[in-house]
């Protein structure tokens, strides 16, 4: 039980007299430092009464999810010139702090071939260009086998090119989880901007951005589907670098994307 008096009010024996007199009341606990008068104008009380915290007070505003921001700006984008420009004025991704440059894509957007790598490495960055480096020659070397080329005169024999991440990881660090699911809203929109009708995806890091899964030593040469377009899984050239007898299936490979894009069905 508590009562409130305001001791001020008082000289020491009045005090000690009100005080002895609450206890024989019952009193056995100080409810407040500061008293509360209940007879004072309600104006008055409410500036002396602490409001009680509302949730909004005691709830911090949430940061907003970076997958969800990055839906919101990819998604109203006409076009690749406007999709570049979200990308350039994306702030969510830590990785575009640590970049030299953004890295959209190289190649005919027009081509019938798309191909999707992981991530810029240290020559990509320089030049602001994918698959400039010791891997983009030997998809050059592996498109030119298909009879298709980045650069081709023929629109019909051009490839265009681009990675999951346009920004290179520091360091050249494998991609995080959540680094490849917030740079993937603005890879389907690309794709659906680009309309190729046959995708490569190079590695574990764009099968993971387009078909869900990886392990791309088990899906390789295994035709699988993103937004309506037929997608062929294959080992990254720099896999293929490392690994000469892994060539061989990946010659099959192309190949099977050579087909499939005389014959779309
Ligand atoms: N590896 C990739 O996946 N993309 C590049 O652009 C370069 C190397």
């Known amino acids: 039980m508590g009562i409130n008096t305001n001791i001020s009010d008082y000289d020491w024996n009045a005090a000690f007299a009100a005080l002895a007199w609450q206890v024989e009341l019952g009193v056995t606990e100080v409810m407040s430092e500061a008293a509360v008068d209940r007879y004072a104008l309600p104006e008055k009380q409410a500036t002396l009464t602490p409001k009680p915290k509302t949730v909004e007070d005691q709830v911090q505003p ?3 999810d970076p997958v969800n921001a990055a839906q919101a700006a990819a998604a109203p984008c006409a076009d690749l010139t406007a999709l570049r420009a979200a990308l350039e ?6 990785l575009k702090k640590g970049a030299r440059n953004l890295v959209f894509s190289a190649g005919n957007p027009g081509a019938p071939l798309m191909v999707v790598g992981e991530a810029p490495g240290r020559e990509e960055d320089r030049e602001g260009l994918p698959f400039v480096g010791h891997s983009g020659l030997l998809l050059d070397k ?18 265009y090119l681009t990675n999951v991440l346009p920004w290179r990881p520091p360091g050249d660090r494998d991609p995080t989880e959540a680094e490849i699911a917030m740079m993937r809203p603005f890879l389907l929109r690309h794709i659906v901007l680009a309309k190729p ?3 490569i995806a190079m590695g574990n890091v764009a099968c993971q951005a387009l078909l869900g899964q990886s392990g791309i030593l088990r899906m390789r040469g295994q035709w699988g589907e993103c937004a309506a377009i037929p997608v062929m899984p294959m080992t990254h050239p720099a896999y293929l670098l490392r690994n000469l007898g892994a060539k061989r299936e990946a010659w099959a490979d192309l190949l099977a994307v050579q087909a499939k894009l005389a014959n779309p069905s």
């Not at 004025?89 to 830590?94: L, M, N």
């Not at 081709?152 to 490839?159: E, G, K, L, T």
Request: hydrophobic share 50%.
């Open 197 to 199: 009708q046959v995708i």
């Open 89 to 94: 004025s994306f702030a969510h991704c830590e």
């Open 142 to 159: 592996m498109l030119a086998a298909i009879g298709h080329a980045r650069d081709a005169d023929d629109p019909r024999a051009s490839a």
């Open 62 to 64: 949430a940061a907003p």
